[in-house]
């Protein structure tokens, strides 16, 4: 089998060597009425690389495929142009193969790189210390949470109707057995958020605020006074960012007084991959860097005095501290990471803001085209790249009919809130650097004529 | 950028070998690199946009060029859509005014910048890589291919599923081979790694307590877990209590047996262990827990030793999360992304998280979410993941499940466990090897330090390991082993690469035990010498701060 | 394989740093890596194969797997075609049965092997590359992406014209680019690389004087010419004399016109020339060439230094090739493969080779090869290769050129040059220049071995800068220059990457001067101190022989 | 531009470090009245990486893609399947982006590959040595050509009617102008191969006989008559060799007394490319190695004796000897030579071997499937994965009618031998692994339907 070097004559060699009579030999501990006598039972014997790959193309082609059609999802994961570099370096065996970098004077490179990742995510979030990654944006939320509680020891938080169905339902699963209390609610076709009712409902068993920015419908607000009147009782403002390519353009959070930013940095580097592998980004203040979960790069010196990397504060982590870590988290999304990391130094400042001018300016073209089109209105005062129409139709069947006329056509929030009426008729829609001209007036066609 | 990018200084000391050194600090291919943020700027960039149009004059500036201009062929893809007279106008005030502070670089000097920092790197492409407990196997190139055919790679997980039914059947068809491979009942699909998978399989199992409304509080570990078993039970929010182990490194089943008790949820147990040894006892314990009202968490990361040799449905366990980037391949880049899906007994399987790929009678595949839930998953605990799981990773563990077949999948279990074995007598005469006596190992053979002279210990042998080309062991892990050396192979070893590395280990174990100080020392070859965790713990620097004016002049 | 796979023994002698030897003669990141030959084996593969059907038995014995076991959901595209029951029964008795010596390498072997060799070379992606006239600069990777689209990477060249529309395209775009900026009238495309190119322009040369009954015998190359120029010119049947070059390092006009009549038929002109200077005679040159009946042909290796600021057409070239392995960023991938495409004058077009790309008024594009080529292209010389030229570097190339536009292929011509005169300027003080005073350089500066202290030469140099992390510039070539050193350091190197280059060879110049002995031994921290190719001439090794039982023992 | 580092900033600190006033400064050799004054015309100004890529993913995809259909071509380029470990592995930067290893102490991983490389081209083609490569077959048989004139000083070569005709026309080109005289004749639709009439033509003034192995028509025969004859007259034999992939199921030109084999290598670890870039196969005996062409890598020790390998016998090429070089050959096809090393030891003697059967046995069924055809002939006796039919029908309208299906079914001689009347109805096949059930059923249909 193509990747096993032994040969027969290897294993028969070094089973003397052991002084064992047979591999089953090896296994006796197993109790041998369980052990399979042969090959296991349904699945097929080996196949050829070509036969593989036959097989798993089969499958890609059934899948209609972003690049191939106008395309105008978004709500958490966000089509853009990855140069062609980032997924060359990630490639490189020394990257990809490589173990979490317990031995620092062979693991430099993962490294300096988590130093440089973790630099850029407290830069572009506003923060002053960030980490080498968590999961994803969703499970990166719930570990703010319960950071805040371990902060603030308060167990209320005050979660924005704006945030992510699935952020919320992540985090509600997990507070059923932490009994951790959430207040949430959901969002309303409107141009106003709910940061008034968020303001409103802090209290001094609040450990957190927590809202999406920009939110799920696409708002963005300015999040000072929230963050004011969180930090006047006490309460911490937690901000979750699904669009890291909008603070190429509008302030961060951590400016507007956020104490813990995290997100999804899958929009840059990474991919849409039907939804995972993504990445976590997480930052905070320095003060509380001790509270924070995940691996942490540290610059020190060798013994030579030249400068190097380790990993460093390892105390909150699982591996040392065990049930009274910070986390349980211990693999989690390094090689995402460099490609974010990769992208965003390809990109620097400079491009980045190009980058979020570009998909601002593409994203209001289209929000103009679209609310000409009778009875569809636009719900978003201020957006980056995304924004909600409000259709004279449904929005979740507009969408099928729309894949009929080979349009992927947003994301229906139906979709995202079955059996919430009052948002049936809500589309939201994403717009970034890929959409074309042509793009553009497909969709336009195709929804005027499912609206109709 | 200084031209000497490293820390080193000319007074600073020099190394033993009292080597020449370099203007550049440069090792012939070794070479030094700064940081990003010491040889990128603000102002470059590595990005190039087409030229702006009317309204997108925000970013004229910044010289998008003009690919439009007359040209004969007009290559046709070279039009960027026009935007809109009102760019930049709807963004609520919220400009971003202030410098974000992050710096650019050009394609060629991007490439350099980490190409250099990936020379710095060991990994499995460069040789052994034995870290016992993480099965640092040989990451196949087909996946990678696969994983990046358009097909998967450029799909929105929230695309109508009309137009994902591969995905789906991707996701559904690994399912498939994993129940087939443990002989269990369900399987949720989406937790992101092992850690992960715990959690997931911890909530199954309070769910199903507090379905039959039993509020236990207790999980027991043994002293020889990994960190995230104690770590997950109390995210999850149980009390944690120790598990004994006997003196041949098992648990002590009547230790065990006298302590489960009404208040006690689930045992976690690692199976092979974290000594490399398999629980004989497996079946008398779950036996015992299942008696006592409470539920078997196997930890699957050690599944590589036994999969296709037995299926762990048959050892009586409740849930077991699988590391797919352990036993079934998919590249560990460095710290993740891993995935771990949890494999799941009847008894748990109803209380498994949304959402699930599900197969139809028609053909056709389902993504069953919160809306169908009620219906067809009703008592489901909830869910971990924004989305539907790690696909990147599905895609390469079904083409190594199909690539191995059921022949090669057992002959993986037999050579790893093999090769373990062969290192573990092959040193047994130089290393202490506590639980050799007992019998042989399963995937990874465990050493002491015992015998090494005064002021040595593990540590410097695994630094010594490092100048002689290989990756170091998992040190000091498990707990239960004096200076613990957890040496796992993994299947992908040629012999000729095991001996190489028996004979290196050999040497440096003989210099250990004869006091060879040198071997603190040790590494002298790699890019850094030992480096001062303790400095970095102290006064952590975790970001990059611009120096002063005065530092930069240098 | 032997632990120490290098040929390093206890007993060699002990390198200067008096370094600790490893076990395995590895140096931490740095690995010794042994031959093919003595790790694989024949009877191993990194191959597998379906299973066998009758009559395939053949190599059932190879065990293939039964990837056609009952399955479910059977794998769809894992069922091997059946084959024949006569399979092997037409090979007219000339079955090969001798073992072929063949040894194969498991995957993980395999991919080990290449990864650890690949280590142990230097490359553009780990930093500077100055080998002057080769112009190594960076390969951007976009264009390996396009290269290896399936509508490019996975066509064969003799499918029927209406299933390659769009590959035909590609040549022709390139064709039209490159005519674009070269100012000239026709262009072969199918040379394989720039020696192959300099062949069809001086065939074209040949064609067009035989068209005219004009037999021709000499053709003229400056002494500083590369020597593909005078090799080509023989290659072709030509007798080859030299021109002299001035004490400005240019052709000497006066020598060249003295020399020019009927016997001559051609002049190879390189310009911007081998020592990096622009031939300000040019227009002159051919003028004269012409007035004597000859043909201008230009070496256009240099094109990289004019590309978008003047076009050879405005010359009075009536060949040239291009190296799109060069100016256009095609990867050198450690010696080819290149492109050559030649263009031509309107006096040369007729006689290009054959097949070329044509475009039609509807929109459609032809391959005319020798059926066509009576009727559309009747006095083609003929045919320089199989099927249609270097399709995969057409690709990139044109990717390449649409990239940078002609704004960007301005803007590189400017900052190679730039870049050229930094260096040459930032040195002149420490290295001997000898063309310095006569005004800038193109793309490359030189300089000369003059006043490094006896015993020293370029080549100590050069294999010091090797040490310092950069690769050596070109060495002793030209030959007009004593103890040349060609310095290209093209346009893709940042400002601060030239500064450490300088700084770095400033300081081996001083110490070539200071008559520091210790160059003679560098490279030091290279994989390889320096090889002895005297050995390696005198008695070559051109093939692994297995050693004899005697010597595998060891 | 993305690809260049230098800002403006630098471009005018540089300038002034140069002491030149502006960037013209430095072109003042060039003529002022020939320099462009601005970006050149008629190209257009720099566009984005998305932008191009789109542009040429647009032409990629007017091109039926040989993968996504049956398909059955060959003539001198074969369809294999190649492991994606191989790709993976030459687009390493180290590999990728390195020059001719001029300088062998950081050159050592392509010294190395060159040297495993030649030994197992030698072994492929049975012979003593080989070099690193030429630019593809065609090339390659010419440079064995003028190397047989000069190693027997005689300038006359028979060649063998079933060489592929565009090596013959490349072969003509160059004798036009080097005064050789080639004996070429058009291949006949039979079942023998020109052996006897190459022999009989055997004189004097032969330098080299060449034959190609499985020829044009897939035909294979015993060269080893050829091989005495020609030495028996003093002049060599030349084997060409298109499928190397053959070599692993029949005899090697080298066992059968070829003095020259050249050839192909494309079919092995390079794929299709649309005919470019491709490697030539040079191999001869060990006495004729100072004739022979091309870069060669040779073993040698450094100064602290350890083994490396290094560019040997440069005397005989051009940048030492110049006009009196062996050839004039600088970059050859290192690369994709890498390719054809890796995949060959990946396949190794095992794999080799299965691989050659299962083509052959693939082969021989759709012989028999084919010839099944009422009116369709097999014309040949003997071959290896590509043979020759005479249809009822010309054979090139019957290429064009079957694409119209969606089948690639072969070459027909009329496309290599237009005008050859005789040949008309020959249609070549080539089977290789990649050839499923399903392919063979197409192709099947195709053809009956356009025969009838
Ligand atoms: C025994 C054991 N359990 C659990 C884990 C955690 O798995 P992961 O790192 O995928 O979260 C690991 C991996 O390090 C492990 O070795
Ligand atoms: C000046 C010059 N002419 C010709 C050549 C030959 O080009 P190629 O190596 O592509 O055959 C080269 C490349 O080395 C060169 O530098």
Known sequence: MRYLPLSDADRSEMLRVIGASSIDDLFRDVPAELRLKGPIEGLPLHASEMAVERHMTALS??????????FFLGCGAYKHHIPASVDHLIQRGELLTSYTPYQPEIAQGTLQMMFEFQTQVARLYGCEVANASMYDGSTAMWEAIVMAHRITRRKTSVISSGVHPHYVSVAKTMAKFTEDSLETALPELSAETDAER???????????????????????TDLTPIAEAAHAAGALLIAVVTEPVALGLIKSPGEMGADIVVG???????????????????????????????RLAGETVDAEGKRGFVLTLSTREQHIRREKATSNICTSSVLCALAFTIHLALLGQKGLRQLASLNHARACEVADRLTAIPGVELVNDAFFNEFTLKLPVEARPAVHAMVEKGVLGGVSLGRLYPGADPLQHGLVI???????????????????EVVR | MTVNPSGWRPTAPANEQGEAQTVTGNRALMLEEPLLFEIGSTEQTGVDFDPPRDGEGDHAKHGGGGAVQGSDPPPSGLRPATSPSRGGARLGGLERARSIGLPGLSEPEAVRHYTRLSRQNYAIDLGLFPLGSCTMKHNPRLNEKVARLPGFADVHPLQPQETVQGALQVINELAFWLLDL????????????????????????????????????????????????PATAAFAGYRVEDIPANAAGRVDLNALKARLGPDVAAVMITNPNTC????????????????????????????????????????????????????????????GPGSGPVVLS???????????????????????????????????????????????????????????????????????????????RSLADVLDAPFAKSGPCMHEAIFSDRGFAGGLSTIDVAKALIDEGFHPMTMYFPLVVHGAMLVEPTETESKAGLDQFIAALRSIAERAKAGDESLGAAPIYAPRRRLDETLAARKPILTYREPQPAEAAE
Chains 1, 4 share one sequence.
């Open chain 1, 61 to 70: 082609r059934k899948n209609m495929v972003a690049g191939d059609v106008p």
């Open chain 1, 198 to 220: 968020l303001i409103a409902s802090i209290g001094e068993e609040t450990s957190a605020v927590v809202v999406q920015y920009p939110d799920i419908l696409g708002r963005i």
């Open chain 1, 264 to 294: 999804e940095g899958q929009s840059i580097g990474v991919g849409l991959q039907f939804g995972g592998p993504y990445v976590g980004l997480f930052a905070t203040r320095e003060k509380y860097v001790r509270q924070m979960p995940g």
């Open chain 1, 430 to 448: 994403a717009v970034t650097e890929t959409v074309s001209e042509e793009d553009i007036d497909a969709f336009e066609t195709a929804l005027k």
């Open chain 2, 182 to 229: 443990t002989g269990m009942y369900g399987v949720a699909m989406s937790p992101k790694a092992g850690a992960h998978g715990e959690l997931c399989g911890l909530l199954c199992i309070r769910a199903a307590l507090e379905a039959r409304g039993d509020k236990r509080q207790v999980v027991l570990v043994p002293e020889s877990a990994h960190g995230t078993n």
């Open chain 2, 276 to 335: 490399g040894l398999f629980e004989p006892d497996m079946i008398a314990i779950s036996e015992a827990v299942h008696g006592a009202g409470a539920f078997v968490y196997c930890d699957g990361a050690n599944f590589n030793a036994i999969v296709g040799k037995v299926r762990p449905g048959d050892l009586g366990i409740d849930a077991m999360h699988i590391n797919l980037h352990k036993t079934f391949s998919t590249p560990h880049g460095g710290g």
């Open chain 2, 346 to 424: 009847e008894a748990l399987a109803p209380y498994g998280p949304l959402p699930y790929a599900a197969k139809y009678p028609d053909g056709t595949y389902k993504l069953v979410e919160e809306e169908d839930g009620a219906d067809e998953h009703p008592d489901a605990f909830g869910r971990m993941v924004a989305f539907h799981g790690q696909m990147g990773m599905f895609t390469r563990a079904l083409a190594y499940i199909l690539s191995h077949g059921a022949d090669g999948l057992k002959q993986v279990a037999e050579d790893s466990v093999l090769n373990a074995n062969y290192i573990l």
